[in-house]
C-alpha cells in the first residue's frame, strides 16, 4: 500500500517536472536581453508569439535593429500570448517594473491598453504600430492605411478575374476570407477590396466568408472549395493559420490565392500570386530610433501609405514577375503611381 | 457539399471509433484532441522524411499509439486520475509539438516541409451519371476510403469477436472477466491504444491533407470525435451517422455563407448548435426508452 503511494507520488514528480522542464524550454526562446546595461531600454511587447507570425517577426526585427545602430540601448522582448485578456496585465507588469523608457508593440487592440495603463504610469512611453491614438501625450500609434492596402489586393484581384491569368474563369468573382469579422474588416478592408476589383470591372461581385477563428486550416480549405464552386478564381486570405488551407485548395483546383501583409509567395509559388505589405519593420525601426535619440513626438497618431512608401504590393519577388503576366504588372504599377500621387482618405474605426 | 462532408467526415469518423473502443472498456478518452494534434505532426515529419504518404499515415498513426501508452500507463497502470491524465496529454501534446518543432525545423508555427506529397485522390473522374451517388463514392482522398471498412472492422470486431465481448464486459463488468481468470486492463490498454491509433491516424488526415502542419490544425475536433461516441449509442454505424450528420452540419454552414444574408460568425456555430440540441435529444431518448448506450 506504501509502495503503491510511494509510487504515485513518485510519478507526480516526475510528470510535474516533464511539464515544467517543456514549459520552461518553450519559454526560452520568449524573453531576450543583451544585458549590455545601455542607457535606454525598450520593452517589446509580443501579443501573441514571435515564431510564425511575420506582423511580429517584423516588429521585433525593426526593434532590435534600430537598438544594434544606436548602441545605446537595450531591448527586452516579452510574448504575450494569445490570450487577449492577459495583454493588459502583461503591459501593466512591464510599465510597473519603471525599468523600460519604452515598450513597442503591435496591434489594434493595444493604444487602448496603453491608454489605461498610462493612467497609472503617466511617465511610461509607449509606441505602438498598427493601432491609432491621438492626444495622450505618453503614447505614440503608427497606423498603417489599410483601405489603400485593401484596394491594392482588390485590384489585382480584379485584373486577375477579369482573365488576367491562364486558370482565370468566365466568372466575375473574387473571394475574400476573413478569419473574423471586426471593425478594420468590415468597415474598410472588405469594402475597399470589392472598391479596388470594381475598378476593373463594375460587374465584378465579392464572396466573402468568415473562418470563425486564425487558426482552422481544414475548415477554410472547406470554405476556399465552396467559394470555388461559386465560380471565385482568386481568393484574399485574411485568415492567419487558415491561409494554409485556402492554399491546399487553391493549389488542388488550379485557383490563385493573394496575400496581406507579409510576402507569402514562398507558401505556394505559382499559387500565391499577389502580395500587399505593410512595412511594418521599417516604421519600427526608424521611431524606435527617433525614440532612442529623443526625436519621437508623443501623442501622436500618424497614418502612414502607399505615398509614404509604408504600404506597397511586392512586385520584386521572383515568384511574382515569373507567374503574374507582364501586361497584368504594368497595370498594376499603373495603380500604384496613382495611389502615390492621390493618396485615398482612410477613416479609422473606432478612432478616438 | 455532400463531396466536402465526406472529406470533413473521415478524420472524426476514425478519431470516433477509436475513441468508441476506449469508452466501451470503461475509459472515456478525453485526450483525442492531443492524440489527434501529435497524429497530424508526426504525419508530416515523417511523410518529409520518407516521401510517403502511407508512411506519414504510419507515423501519425504511432504518434497516437505513444500516447495513448501514456495515457495507460499513467492513468490505469498507476492508477491516476483519468480525466486529469487525459488532460495533461492534451497539454502536452499542445505544449511539446511546438518545442519540437523549433527544435527541429526552427520555427513554432506553420511547418511547411520538403517532399511532402500530396493526398492522392481515388476513382478521380468517374461517373454514374447520378451527382449524389458521384459525391458520395468517387474522387475523394486516399484516407477517405479507409473509414467504411475501419466502421465494418470495428462492428465486427465488438460484436462478434471474443476479444470484443470481453471488451465491452470491461466496461460493463469488469468483475466478471476476474472471475473467470481474465485481467480487464488488459483489456483497457488494447482499447487505449486502438483509441491512440484512430486519433493519431485522423490527425494524419487533416495534415496530410493540407500538405503542411500547423498549430491547432486539429481544431477540437477531436472532441467532437468524443462526442459522436454519445450521440451514435456507442455502436460503430451510430458513430459513422454522429460523424456524418456534424460533417452535413458544418457543409451547410459553409455553404450557407456564400448565400444567405446572415454574418458568417452566426452561420458557423450551427454544427455546434445542433450537437447540442442533438445532446439533449439523445439525453431525451435515453430517459424514455431502454438503450444498452
Given at each position: 500500500m506504501l509502495t503503491t503511494r510511494v509510487s504515485r507520488i513518485a510519478i507526480s514528480l516526475v510528470l510535474s517536472a516533464l511539464f515544467f522542464t517543456l514549459l520552461t524550454l518553450a519559454g526560452c526562446a520568449q524573453a531576450e536581453d543583451d544585458g549590455l546595461g545601455r542607457p535606454y531600454s525598450i520593452a517589446v511587447f509580443v501579443p501573441g508569439v514571435v515564431e510564425g507570425s511575420p506582423t511580429y517577426e517584423m516588429l521585433v526585427e525593426g526593434v532590435r535593429r534600430a537598438v544594434d545602430e544606436a548602441e545605446s540601448a537595450t531591448v527586452r522582448v516579452v510574448e504575450g500570448?494569445?490570450?487577449?485578456?492577459?495583454?493588459?496585465?502583461?503591459?501593466?507588469?512591464?510599465?510597473?517594473?519603471?525599468?523600460?523608457?519604452?515598450?513597442?508593440?503591435?496591434?489594434?487592440?493595444?493604444?487602448?491598453?496603453?491608454?489605461?495603463?498610462?493612467?497609472?504610469?503617466?511617465?511610461?512611453?509607449?509606441?505602438?504600430?498598427?493601432?491609432?491614438?491621438?492626444?495622450n501625450p505618453s503614447l505614440r500609434t503608427v497606423m498603417f492605411n489599410q483601405r489603400e492596402q485593401a484596394y491594392l489586393n482588390g485590384y489585382f484581384a480584379g485584373l486577375v478575374t477579369t482573365g488576367g491569368m491562364p486558370n482565370s474563369n468566365e466568372a466575375r468573382q473574387v473571394g475574400l476570407l476573413a478569419g473574423q469579422e471586426y471593425p478594420m474588416m468590415n468597415q474598410v478592408i472588405r469594402p475597399a477590396f470589392i472598391e479596388g476589383a470594381q475598378a476593373v470591372d463594375p460587374s465584378i461581385e465579392l464572396d466573402f466568408r468568415v473562418l470563425g477563428n486564425w487558426f482552422d486550416a481544414g475548415l477554410a480549405a472547406d470554405l476556399a472549395n465552396s467559394m470555388l464552386d461559386r465560380g471565385v478564381d482568386v481568393i484574399l486570405s485574411i485568415a492567419g493559420g487558415g491561409n494554409q488551407g485556402v492554399i491546399a485548395t487553391a493549389r488542388d483546383r488550379n485557383a490563385y490565392v493573394l496575400w496581406f501583409d507579409s510576402s507569402g509567395f514562398h507558401h505556394g509559388p505559382g499559387v500565391v500570386i499577389g502580395s500587399s505589405l505593410v512595412k511594418l519593420d521599417?516604421?519600427?525601426?526608424?521611431?524606435?530610433?527617433?525614440?532612442?535619440?529623443?526625436?519621437?513626438?508623443?501623442?501622436?497618431?500618424?497614418?502612414?501609405?502607399?505615398?509614404?512608401?509604408?504600404?506597397?504590393?511586392?512586385?520584386?519577388?521572383?515568384?511574382?514577375?515569373?507567374?503574374?503576366?507582364?501586361n497584368v504588372r504594368a497595370q498594376h504599377a499603373e495603380l500604384m503611381q496613382r495611389l502615390v500621387d492621390e493618396p485615398m482618405e482612410f477613416d479609422i474605426p473606432g478612432a478616438n | 457539399m455532400i463531396y466536402y462532408a465526406?472529406?470533413?467526415?473521415?478524420?472524426?469518423?476514425?478519431?470516433?471509433?477509436?475513441?468508441?473502443?476506449?469508452?466501451?472498456?470503461?475509459?472515456?478518452?478525453?485526450?483525442?484532441?492531443?492524440?489527434?494534434?501529435?497524429?497530424?505532426?508526426?504525419?508530416?515529419?515523417?511523410?518529409?522524411?520518407?516521401?510517403?504518404?502511407?508512411?506519414?499515415?504510419?507515423?501519425?498513426?504511432?504518434?497516437?499509439?505513444?500516447?495513448?501508452?501514456?495515457?495507460?500507463?499513467?492513468?490505469?497502470?498507476m492508477r491516476a486520475n483519468i480525466f486529469i491524465v487525459g488532460l495533461a496529454i492534451n497539454?502536452?501534446?499542445?505544449?511539446?509539438?511546438?518545442?519540437?518543432?523549433?527544435?527541429?525545423?526552427?520555427?513554432?508555427?506553420?511547418?511547411?516541409?520538403?517532399?511532402?506529397p500530396r493526398m492522392p485522390g481515388l476513382f478521380v473522374g468517374m461517373e454514374t451519371g447520378f451527382p449524389l451517388i458521384d459525391q458520395i463514392f468517387f474522387g475523394h482522398s486516399f484516407g477517405v476510403y479507409l473509414t467504411v471498412p475501419a466502421v465494418l472492422l470495428a462492428g465486427l470486431?465488438?460484436?462478434?469477436?471474443?476479444?470484443?465481448?470481453?471488451?465491452?464486459?470491461?466496461?460493463?463488468?469488469?468483475?466478471?472477466?476476474?472471475?473467470?481468470?481474465?485481467?480487464?486492463?488488459?483489456?483497457?490498454?488494447a482499447a487505449l491504444l486502438i483509441s491512440g491509433m484512430g486519433a493519431g491516424l485522423a490527425g494524419s488526415l487533416l495534415a496530410l491533407r493540407l500538405g503542411v502542419y500547423l498549430p491547432n490544425v486539429s481544431a477540437g475536433r477531436g472532441w467532437i470525435a468524443l462526442v459522436t461516441i454519445y450521440l451514435g449509442y456507442k455502436r460503430p454505424v451510430g458513430v459513422l451517422i454522429a460523424a456524418l450528420c456534424f460533417a452535413l452540419a458544418e457543409g451547410v454552414s459553409v455553404a450557407a455563407q456564400g448565400v444567405l444574408q446572415i454574418p458568417g460568425t452566426i452561420l458557423l456555430s450551427l454544427p455546434y448548435v445542433l450537437t447540442v440540441l442533438a445532446m439533449i435529444v439523445y439525453s431525451a431518448m435515453r430517459r424514455v426508452g431502454p438503450s444498452d448506450a
Open positions: 500570448g494569445f490570450n487577449q485578456a492577459e495583454w493588459a496585465g502583461g503591459i501593466t507588469s512591464l510599465a510597473a517594473t519603471g525599468s523600460y523608457d519604452l515598450i513597442v508593440s503591435s496591434n489594434p487592440s493595444l493604444p487602448e491598453i496603453a491608454n489605461e495603463v498610462s493612467q497609472s504610469f503617466p511617465d511610461q512611453r509607449f509606441l505602438i504600430l498598427d493601432g491609432y491614438w491621438e492626444g521599417q516604421a519600427a525601426y526608424e521611431r524606435t530610433l527617433q525614440a532612442i535619440d529623443g526625436s519621437l513626438e508623443f501623442g501622436v497618431g500618424e497614418v502612414l501609405g502607399v505615398a509614404d512608401g509604408y504600404v506597397t504590393f511586392d512586385d520584386q519577388d521572383p515568384n511574382y514577375i515569373e507567374f503574374v503576366p507582364e | 465526406i472529406e470533413v467526415m473521415a478524420p472524426l469518423l476514425l478519431a470516433g471509433l477509436g475513441g468508441l473502443f476506449a469508452e466501451l472498456a470503461g475509459v472515456l478518452n478525453i485526450a483525442l484532441e492531443g492524440m489527434m494534434l501529435a497524429g497530424a505532426f508526426a504525419a508530416i515529419v515523417t511523410a518529409s522524411l520518407t516521401g510517403s504518404i502511407l508512411a506519414g499515415m504510419l507515423g501519425g498513426l504511432l504518434a497516437g499509439l505513444l500516447l495513448a501508452y501514456l495515457f495507460y500507463f499513467v492513468g490505469i497502470r497539454l502536452l501534446a499542445a505544449g511539446s509539438i511546438p518545442f519540437l518543432s523549433s527544435a527541429m525545423y526552427g520555427t513554432k508555427g506553420v511547418l511547411r516541409l520538403p517532399n511532402v470486431v465488438l460484436q462478434r469477436t471474443p476479444f470484443g465481448l470481453r471488451l465491452r464486459s470491461t466496461g460493463k463488468n469488469p468483475e466478471t472477466l476476474r472471475s473467470v481468470g481474465l485481467n480487464p486492463d488488459h483489456y483497457r490498454r
